[in-house]
């Protein structure tokens, strides 16, 4: 059966640092991935998502950036996080047909201080 | 565009009771339906979808939902809630499937609260 894992689960970084938040999907083969982040326990915000290695869509402009250098393996990034950065990330992965639901990871905790 | 609304921000409901959780969509052509519920700190998880077929759609957990085209309504609904039904609720809409990324459309989410 298919896994997706995310690490790590909370974070605490000052602001200014950089930021890797790292997914990854075990079980399938050429999956979509996505990135959402989630505010106040809230609705969610679609980040990116990716159809294949290295292809990589924006959904908002923002400070954050993702790459896909393997074919399950999903990367959130950031060279300077701002205070606004701080919510709930989740990376989630779905099939390529129209009717698969996408499938969640438990999600990182981020908090800017 | 595609949009899902959650018009509930929150439903309290005793134990043993039943619950609904109400879910309207707008979409251009035809509709890819999902639930999905949250636990506090934890990623969503999947519980039904509706794409084609029966109205009646039944999930995990002993959830089920009804598709009504008329009303452009997907309401999620369990006969006997249980306490541990309490959580975050999250009704989507598939974006247009000719599009890439088979990207999903969000509701608010509603939070359940089910009194022992």
């Known amino acids: 059966s298919q896994t997706i894992h995310q690490w790590p689960a909370t974070l605490v970084q000052p602001v200014g640092s950089p930021l890797s938040l790292e997914c990854t999907v075990e079980?399938?083969?050429?999956?979509?991935l996505y990135w959402y982040r989630q505010a106040a326990g809230r609705g969610l915000q679609l980040l990116f998502y990716?159809?294949?290695?290295?292809?990589i869509s924006s959904e908002v402009p923002q400070n954050l950036s993702a790459s896909r250098p393997q074919d399950r393996q999903f990367i959130l990034s950031s060279k300077k996080l701002l205070l606004s950065d701080s919510g709930f990330y989740l990376c989630?992965?779905?099939?390529?047909?129209?009717?698969?639901?996408?499938?969640f990871g438990d999600g990182t905790r981020l908090s800017i201080l | 565009a595609q949009s899902v609304a959650q018009p509930e921000d929150q439903v309290n409901v005793a134990e043993g009771n039943p619950l609904t959780v109400k879910c309207t969509y707008s979409?251009?052509?035809?509709?890819?339906l999902f639930w999905y519920v949250q636990y506090p700190n934890r990623g969503l998880q999947f519980l039904l979808k509706?794409?084609?077929?029966?109205?009646l759609v039944k999930g995990s957990y002993g959830f089920e939902a009804e598709f009504n085209k008329s009303q452009t309504s997907f309401h999620l609904k369990k006969p006997s809630a249980l306490v541990s039904d309490s959580a975050l609720y999250f009704c989507?809409?598939?974006?247009?499937?000719?599009?890439?990324?088979?990207?999903?459309?969000f509701g608010g989410g509603t939070r359940v609260l089910v009194k022992p």
């Open positions: 989630a992965w779905s099939g390529t047909t129209y009717n698969q639901p996408q499938h």
């Open positions: 079980g399938t083969s050429n999956p979509n």
């Open positions: 990716s159809v294949g290695i290295g292809q």
């Open positions: 979409v251009s052509g035809n509709p890819y």
């Open positions: 509706y794409i084609t077929g029966d109205n």
């Open positions: 989507a809409v598939r974006d247009d499937v000719k599009a890439a990324g088979n990207k999903l459309t």
